[in-house]
């Protein structure tokens, strides 16, 4: 339903009517460390519009960044029918393939793997953030980071533990994800 997957994302309220919503900007610590990412980002969103046009900037868009807003419903439609839809999804194989090229150049440069653990902590959050935290990415950011720890310390890592240890950690910020089907 519609409240389950909402609450998912932390939406507990669905309006009626627009005309009762007030909206208060409300600038945290949180935001003005994620605010100068996302504006990055929009950034080059808009140079990929501008250098594409709307219609294939918007797909390149939707490719690099999962943002799918300047996509008409014509396209969307298209990309879902031919069954390609997946291809504007970013999910934790993405984060993943990235992370991997990261310690994969780290380590032909011989870099200690305790720089490498700190560089793939930092990489994975900015990744994140970048493609707006859906919950594969972060659930794959948690995954890699506890596999690299565990190599920081000379364990085996579990694939079970760690899966565990992730739901775990993802409940307590957002309880309603146990509903939330990715």
């Not at 997946?86 to 720089?115: E, N």
Request: charged share 15%; proline share 3%; aromatic share 10%.
């Amino acid at each position: 339903s519609s409240y389950n997957y909402n609450a998912g994302k932390n939406i507990y309220l669905n309006p009626q009517n627009i005309e009762e919503i007030n909206l208060k900007s409300n600038v945290s610590a949180k935001n003005r460390l994620i605010r100068p990412i996302k504006d990055y980002r929009k950034q080059i969103s808009s140079k990929i519009n501008q250098k594409y046009g709307t219609a294939t900037g918007g797909i390149v868009n939707a490719m690099m960044f999962g943002d799918k807003t300047n996509l008409d419903d014509n396209q969307k439609t298209a990309f879902y029918r031919t069954g390609i839809g997946h291809l504007m999804a970013i999910s934790g194989l993405h984060l993943v393939f990235f992370i991997s090229l990261i310690c994969f150049i780290l380590k032909k440069f011989r870099i200690p793997k305790i720089i490498t653990f700190l560089i793939s902590i930092i990489a994975v959050v900015l990744f994140s953030i970048c493609v707006d935290s859906p919950v594969s990415v972060i659930r794959a950011g948690i995954m890699i980071i506890l596999s690299k720890q565990a190599e920081l310390i000379f364990r085996k890592n579990d694939p079970l533990n760690s899966l565990m240890l992730c739901v775990f950690f993802m409940l307590i910020f957002q309880p309603y994800l146990i509903i939330n089907s990715s």
